[in-house]
Nanobody, 124 residues
Framework: QVQLVESGGGLVQPGGSLRLSCAAS????????MAWYRQAPGKERELVAI???????SYADSVEGRFTISGAKAKATVYLQMDSLSPEDTAVYFC??????????????????WGQGTQVTVSS
């Protein structure tokens, strides 16, 4: 069974930086898109940044210019560099990949795979 394992969260002061990492454990055949989401207490999960299947990227307005998503689809890894962090960025961050897993000699099944989440707290 394929799982996504995140790391890099923690406590940081306002204005600081963090780098989140996400890697797949298990065998993935291919990856279409890779993304980071976040969910703050009492709020819905929101898309933070995404690398589309054509390798273009998109960011939420609230993080544009401060966060950078990167990754290697061949290795099923994705990163999120977060700079100029503010308390409003405090949330649990989740990575997600739309990925294919080989289910037989001739079939690959695609689905969304989520990480377990990593806490990011921005506070002085």
């Amino acid at each position: 069974q394929v799982q996504l394992v995140e790391s890099g969260g923690g406590l940081v002061q306002p204005g600081g930086s963090l780098r989140l990492s996400c890697a797949a454990s298990g065998s993935i055949h291919s990856v279409n898109d890779m993304a980071w989401y976040r969910q703050a207490p009492g709020k819905e999960r929101e898309l933070v940044a995404i690398i589309y299947s054509g390798d273009t990227t998109s960011y939420a307005d609230s993080v544009e210019g401060r966060f950078t998503i990167s990754g290697a689809k061949a290795k099923a890894t994705v990163y999120l560099q977060m700079d100029s962090l503010s308390p409003e960025d405090t949330a649990v961050y989740f990575c997600k990949m739309h990925a294919g897993v080989r289910t037989s000699a001739r079939e690959v099944s695609f689905s969304n795979i989520w990480g377990q989440g990593t806490q990011v707290t921005v506070s002085s």
